[in-house]
């Protein structure tokens, strides 16, 4: 089972991951890991912030020569914008006149963390419920997305919408339905994504999209959206619905709604399919040319609880970000009296940014499940498993089930 756990705040001196069970032998470069910190910062409508940050991991374990040797392995993302921050963050000496944060932000976690963990200054529970802390979480999914890629298995995103702006392409909105896109891997769908500022597929959709955001920003408000997330390549047989934890789908939809602003996780044509009928949203099970495959995809790869071999596809909305250059009302704490609330340096729209984080937390629970299903101390023992499981069951596919 591998796992990872992240520290830092959001204007502390770094953030780091150690990540803990992956197999020996794996091959990883800094390089790699950074070209997707990189894709993270992108996005138009993004803070100030990201002419500051230039994400770069350093490496401090668990990695020797190029390859995972089996050990815990730990990375860590120094913050640039710490320096500006740093009287403010001391791990030691308190200001003498230290302005304490009493006004709450409506929709962050302000009010609430403030309120669970005692504290009488806000800026506590900013520093560690800030978005910035998923920087860790692409670094640690990165590993696991290179694991996966030894396997064919492919993870990508692109944006659908945002502020309710959807492109006029409709095959776009169907990946069930549209063959030639369904053939794309995850990757390609990506790479054809990051050539555009907001991650969209459609040229008119992203003038339209901008130009959104700029009324947004005009305004002092901010924009939501929803992105699909697909991975391809995923063989048959992960996940169990033998308990409800073990469920593939429970965990995907467990990772993806613990990403900062996301409330809502969507697998296959779930929401569609709630207002068909059974015989139209069942995926028809086909055997040809010693193949077993679908027709179509509703499913989004998964039934009860287990990849089927079919492409898993996931859509999640994120809501508009809660800080507002032009804010809503809320109390001072010192007081308990309305005023309006206090404004934190903010995107304008972070929807880019969040899909590709939705990759990272997807690879991380297709690599959990993968390396529970085939197991392995090293990348060689995994190896042989997978590919003593896939040649089994394909022999199985052609001659046990026909006796």
């Given at each position: 089972m591998?796992?990872?756990l992240?520290s830092g705040?959001?204007?502390?001196?770094?953030l780091s991951?150690?990540i803990d069970?992956?197999?020996s032998?794996?091959?990883?470069?800094?390089?790699?890991?950074?070209s997707?910190?990189?894709r993270?910062?992108?996005?138009y409508?993004?803070s100030?912030?990201?002419?500051?940050?230039?994400?770069t991991?350093?490496?401090l374990?668990?990695i020797?020569?190029?390859?995972?040797i089996g050990s815990?392995?730990?990375?860590?993302?120094?913050?640039?914008?710490w320096?500006?921050?740093?009287e403010?963050?001391?791990s030691e000496?308190?200001p003498?006149?230290?302005?304490?944060?009493?006004?709450?932000?409506?929709g962050?976690?302000?009010?609430v963390?403030?309120?669970?963990?005692?504290?009488?200054d806000?800026?506590?529970?900013?520093?560690?419920?800030?978005?910035r802390e998923?920087?860790?979480r692409v670094?640690?999914?990165t590993?696991?997305r290179k694991?996966?890629?030894?396997?064919?298995?492919?993870?990508?995103?692109y944006?659908?919408?945002?502020?309710?702006?959807y492109?006029?392409?409709s095959s776009l909105?169907?990946?069930?339905?549209n063959?030639?896109?369904?053939?794309?891997?995850g990757?390609?769908?990506?790479?054809?994504?990051?050539?555009?500022?907001v991650?969209?597929?459609?040229?008119n959709?992203?003038?339209n999209?901008i130009?959104k955001i700029?009324t947004?920003?005009?305004k002092?408000d901010?924009l939501g959206?929803?992105?699909?997330t697909?991975?391809?390549?995923v063989?048959?047989?992960l996940?169990s619905?033998m308990q409800?934890?073990?469920?593939i789908d429970?965990?995907?939809?467990?990772?993806?709604?613990?990403i900062?602003?996301?409330?809502?996780?969507?697998?296959?044509?779930a929401?569609?399919?709630?207002?068909?009928f059974?015989?139209?949203?069942?995926d028809?099970?086909?055997f040809?040319?010693?193949?077993?495959?679908?027709?179509?995809?509703?499913?989004?790869?998964i039934e009860?609880g287990?990849?089927?071999?079919q492409?898993?596809v996931?859509?999640a909305a994120?809501?508009p970000?809660?800080?507002?250059?032009?804010p809503l009302k809320?109390?001072?704490?010192?007081?308990?009296k309305?005023?309006?609330?206090?404004y934190e340096?903010?995107d304008?729209t972070a929807?880019?940014?969040?899909?590709?984080?939705?990759?990272?937390m997807?690879?991380?629970?297709?690599?959990?499940?993968?390396l529970?299903k085939?197991?392995g101390d090293?990348?060689?023992?995994l190896?042989?498993?997978?590919n003593?499981?896939t040649?089994k069951?394909?022999?199985?596919?052609?001659q046990?089930?026909?006796?």
């Amino acid at each position: 089972m591998i796992r990872f756990l992240t520290s830092g705040e959001s204007h502390g001196k770094a953030l780091s991951v150690i990540i803990d069970g992956f197999p020996s032998n794996l091959s990883i470069s800094k390089n790699y890991i950074n070209s997707h910190l990189k894709r993270r910062q992108m996005g138009y409508g993004r803070s100030v912030r990201m002419k500051i940050e230039n994400d770069t991991v350093q490496i401090l374990s668990g990695i020797r020569f190029g390859k995972t040797i089996g050990s815990p392995i730990s990375l860590l993302i120094e913050n640039k914008d710490w320096i500006n921050w740093q009287e403010l963050i001391d791990s030691e000496k308190k200001p003498e006149n230290l302005n304490k944060i009493t006004i709450p932000r409506p929709g962050h976690a302000d009010l609430v963390g403030t309120l669970k963990y005692n504290f009488d200054d806000i800026r506590n529970s900013i520093e560690r419920s800030s978005a910035r802390e998923t920087a860790a979480r692409v670094a640690a999914g990165t590993l696991a997305r290179k694991l996966l890629e030894e396997f064919g298995i492919s993870i990508g995103s692109y944006v659908e919408s945002i502020g309710g702006v959807y492109s006029n392409k409709s095959s776009l909105k169907d990946f069930s339905k549209n063959r030639a896109f369904a053939k794309k891997t995850g990757w390609q769908i990506s790479q054809s994504a990051d050539t555009s500022s907001v991650r969209v597929l459609d040229s008119n959709q992203e003038k339209n999209i901008i130009s959104k955001i700029k009324t947004a920003k005009k305004k002092g408000d901010t924009l939501g959206g929803t992105f699909l997330t697909f991975v391809t390549g995923v063989p048959i047989g992960l996940g169990s619905f033998m308990q409800f934890d073990r469920k593939i789908d429970a965990d995907i939809a467990f990772h993806l709604m613990s990403i900062n602003a996301i409330k809502g996780v969507e697998i296959g044509d779930a929401l569609l399919g709630a207002e068909k009928f059974g015989s139209q949203t069942s995926d028809e099970i086909k055997f040809k040319n010693e193949i077993l495959s679908r027709s179509t995809n509703y499913a989004g790869g998964i039934e009860g609880g287990v990849t089927n071999g079919q492409p898993i596809v996931v859509r999640a909305a994120m809501k508009p970000i809660s800080t507002l250059a032009k804010p809503l009302k809320s109390i001072d704490l010192k007081n308990m009296k309305s005023i309006s609330s206090r404004y934190e340096r903010s995107d304008i729209t972070a929807v880019p940014a969040c899909s590709v984080i939705a990759e990272s937390m997807m690879a991380w629970v297709i690599a959990k499940h993968f390396l529970v299903k085939f197991g392995g101390d090293s990348m060689e023992e995994l190896r042989d498993n997978f590919n003593s499981y896939t040649k089994k069951l394909h022999k199985r596919i052609k001659q046990n089930f026909r006796k």
